[in-house]
Structures are given as structure tokens and as C-alpha cells.
């Protein structure tokens, strides 16, 4: 199975300085549900990226996910 890896940033403002954790999923779909599942605190906003740094997938508080087209 070919994983690859994303980085899961969560923060509780507009800004995402925050350090990321990196996980490894198989796709992106498998890679939001990690996130969504490991979310630490009610009403933040998720943000996943590529291991280059490319924003590949947002959510904001209670929104459903947005993924962007790169």
C-alpha cells in the first residue's frame, strides 16, 4: 500500500503558525478523517497540507471540508 504524507495544522484563529503534525494515509480523503478524528479542541479550524508545504485541504469551525485545487 503507497502512503504518503500530510501535515494536520489546528488552530483557533485565521492564522495557521502553529507547528503541524505529520501523518501518513493513504489518500487525501483517509488523511481528513484522521484529522477530523484526532481534532484536540471543539471550534477550530483544520488545515491539511503536502509535505512540501502545499495547502491541499481546509476546514473552518463547523464547516465541512474544502479541498483546493492546486
Known amino acids: 500500500m503507497d502512503m504518503k504524507t500530510?501535515?494536520?495544522r489546528e488552530s483557533d484563529?485565521?492564522?495557521f503558525?502553529?507547528?503541524g503534525a505529520e501523518i501518513r494515509a493513504?489518500?487525501?480523503t483517509s488523511a481528513k478523517r484522521q484529522a477530523s478524528k484526532n481534532q484536540c479542541f471543539?471550534?477550530?479550524n483544520l488545515r491539511i497540507e503536502s509535505e512540501t508545504?502545499?495547502?491541499?485541504a481546509l476546514k473552518m469551525s463547523?464547516?465541512?471540508w474544502e479541498e483546493?485545487?492546486?
Open 26 to 28: 493513504k489518500n487525501l
Open 68 to 70: 483546493v485545487e492546486s
Open 13 to 15: 484563529g485565521p492564522t
Open 17 to 19: 503558525l502553529r507547528k
Open 62 to 64: 463547523g464547516q465541512k
Open 53 to 56: 508545504g502545499i495547502l491541499l
Open 42 to 44: 471543539v471550534g477550530t
Open 6 to 8: 500530510y501535515i494536520i
